[in-house]
C-alpha cells in the first residue's frame, strides 16, 4: 500500500539489518532510480511478498519516491500470479488514464517490481462521512469502467488465453483455480460444489474481453483528502468478463462498505455508458467467493485467528452466493448455543486478563496484536468447549442423511461428500442445504472471534 510522511534514515534500516538478497535488491534500486538510497520503509506485503516504500535521492537533488515489492522464488505450481506476471499487468495499463502507480522496473529475475509510490491510505473503514465514502467509491467505479474499456487485443497473461469471447477467459481462470485447488492435496465438498455450479452455468455474453483487476474494492484502493488517489494490489488481474470486478466491489464491501452499494453501481453504468448486468454479477459472486475459500484451503497463511475468521465468513458467503445465483432457497438452521462448562470460568479469566491487563499495560505494538489474535482464538475455543461435540454430531447425522449410508470418520465422510458431488448422485438444493447447516454452526463458533462481520452479508444487487 501507498506510504506518506518521513521515513527512517538507511543508516538504521539498509545497513546491517538486511540479509544480502535485499542489499543486492536496494542496488538495483538504486540503479533504476539513478541515486542513492536515503529512506527506507518495510511496509506490510501481503502473504508471501515483502515491500518496502524506499526514496532515492538523485544526483540533481530531485527525490523519488518508490515502491518496492518483492517475492522470494517460490516451487513451480499451478498459481500463475507471479511478481514478473504483474509487471506484466503494469504495462498493459502504462498508457491507460488511471489512478494506479506506475512501473519504473522490472528486476531481470523476475521476484521484484519497482513503482512510483502512491500516497495515500486503504482502511475505508476510517471514514465517517457518508457522503465522501460514496464521492470516492464513485471515483474506484469511473477508474474500473476506463480499465475496462482498454484495448487488450494481443495481451495474453501468464495461465490465460488471448483473443476469444468473455467465456473463454472465464473457463481459462476457472481451470487456474480448480489447478490451485487440486494442487493442496485434500477434497472440500463446498469448493468441489460451487466449481460444478461454475462450470455449468457459465455466461457466454457478447461484447469485448475486459482487463479486470481481480481484486477490486475497498482495501485495495489508496485515499487521501477525500478523493481517490490509486487503485492498487493489482497481482490478480487477468482478462475476462468488466462484472467480475463489480462481484469482487461488493465482496469488499462485506468488509468494508459503502453506504449505498446500488449508487455505486449506477456510478459504474454511468462512468461505462453501459447498463450492468445482475446475472453475471451473481455468478461471479460464486466465482469470487469460490477464490478465497480455495485461498484458505491452501493455508497460504498459517495465522490461526485469522484462519478462525475468514473460514467461518467466506464458507458461509459462498453458500450465501450460490443460493442467489442458483435461485435456490435454502433454510438455515436455527443454532443455539450451550451452558457454560466447568471450563468456562477459566476461559473468561484469561480473556480478562488478556484485554484488562495485558493488552494495555503492553508498549510493543506487535505483542498487543499478538495477545489481540490469541484472544480470537480462546473464543473459538471457548465456544466449541461448550457446542462442539454437539455440533460435530450433528454434522455426521446431516451427513449420513445426505449420503444416505454411515460414515466412518470424518476424513472419510468428506472423501464421500466429495465423490457424491462429483457424481452429482445428490441434488444440488439437498447439498447446498447440508452447506448451510456446516456454515451456520462454523459461524457460531467464530462469532467470538468475528464481532461485527460476523452478522455482515453481501450487499443487495
Known amino acids: 500500500m501507498g506510504v506518506s510522511g518521513a521515513l527512517p534514515n538507511p543508516d538504521d534500516t539498509a545497513t546491517g539489518g538486511h540479509d544480502a538478497d535485499e542489499a543486492a535488491l536496494f542496488a538495483w534500486v538504486e540503479a533504476s532510480c539513478g541515486g542513492r538510497l536515503a529512506a527506507i520503509h518495510r511496509t ?52 491507460a488514464d488511471l489512478r494506479a502507480p506506475r512501473l519504473i522496473a522490472a528486476h531481470p529475475d523476475g521476484y521484484a517490481i519497482l513503482t512510483d509510490r502512491a500516497h495515500g491510505i486503504a482502511e475505508f473503514r476510517r471514514l465517517t462521512d457518508a457522503q465522501v465514502k460514496q464521492a470516492i467509491a464513485a471515483e474506484v467505479m469511473a477508474d474500473l469502467a476506463r480499465l475496462h474499456g482498454l484495448p487488450v487485443d494481443g495481451v ?89 470486478d463489480l462481484a469482487w466491489f461488493s465482496m469488499r464491501c462485506v468488509m468494508e462498505p459503502v453506504p449505498d452499494f446500488a449508487e455505486s453501481l449506477r456510478a459504474y453504468a454511468r462512468a461505462a455508458r453501459a447498463p450492468v448486468n445482475r446475472a453475471r454479477i451473481l455468478y461471479h459472486r460464486v466465482f469470487v467467493s469460490t477464490r478465497v475459500v480455495i485461498i484458505r484451503h491452501r493455508a497460504v497463511t498459517g495465522e490461526p485467528a485469522n484462519a478462525i475468521v475468514s473460514r467461518a465468513l467466506n464458507r458461509r458467503l459462498l453458500v450465501e452466493a450460490l443460493a442467489e445465483a442458483s435461485g435456490t432457497a435454502v433454510t438455515w438452521p436455527q443454532v443455539k448455543g450451550a451452558p457454560a462448562t466447568p471450563r468456562s470460568a ?116
Open 44 to 95: 506490510s506485503g501481503g502473504n508471501r511478498a515483502r515491500s518496502w516504500a524506499i526514496d532515492v535521492t538523485r544526483p540533481d537533488g530531485t527525490v523519488a519516491e518508490v515502491f518496492l515489492r518483492y517475492a522470494p522464488p517460490r516451487p513451480p505450481g499451478a498459481e500463475p500470479y507471479t511478481i514478473a506476471r504483474e509487471a506484466e499487468v503494469y504495462q498493459v495499463i502504462a498508457a
Open 156 to 244: 495474453r497473461l501468464a495461465g490465460g488465453v488471448s483473443g476469444g469471447r468473455i467465456a473463454d477467459h472465464v473457463r481459462a481462470e476457472l481451470a487456474i483455480w480448480r489447478a490451485m485447488y487440486a494442487e493442496a492435496g485434500t477434497r472440500d465438498g463446498l469448493i468441489e460444489l460451487a466449481l460444478r455450479w461454475l462450470d455449468a452455468n457459465l455466461p457466454d455474453p457478447d461484447g469485448p474481453v475486459a482487463l479486470v483487476h481481480g481484486d477490486a474494492g475497498p482495501g485495495n484502493f489508496l485515499f487521501a483528502d477525500g478523493r481517490l488517489t490509486a487503485l492498487i494490489d493489482w497481482e490478480l488481474a487477468h482478462l475476462g468478463d468488466p462484472m467480475e
Open 346 to 461: 477459566l476461559f473468561a479469566q484469561v480473556l480478562d486478563d488478556l484485554r484488562d491487563v495485558i493488552v494495555p499495560r503492553s508498549k510493543d505494538s506487535q505483542a498487543v496484536a499478538r495477545a489481540k489474535a490469541a484472544a480470537k482464538v480462546l473464543k473459538y475455543l471457548e465456544a466449541w468447549d461448550r457446542v462442539g461435540a454437539g455440533f460435530a454430531e450433528r454434522e455426521r447425522a446431516d451427513l449420513e442423511a445426505l449420503l444416505d449410508r454411515p460414515v466412518a470418520d470424518e476424513a472419510a465422510g468428506q472423501l464421500a461428500l466429495a465423490d457424491a458431488i462429483a457424481s452429482g448422485e445428490v441434488p444440488f438444493e439437498r447439498m447446498l442445504t447440508f452447506f448451510a447447516g456446516q456454515a451456520a454452526r462454523e459461524a457460531h463458533l467464530a462469532a467470538g472471534a468475528s464481532g461485527g462481520i460476523a452478522a455482515r452479508h453481501y450487499p443487495a444487487i
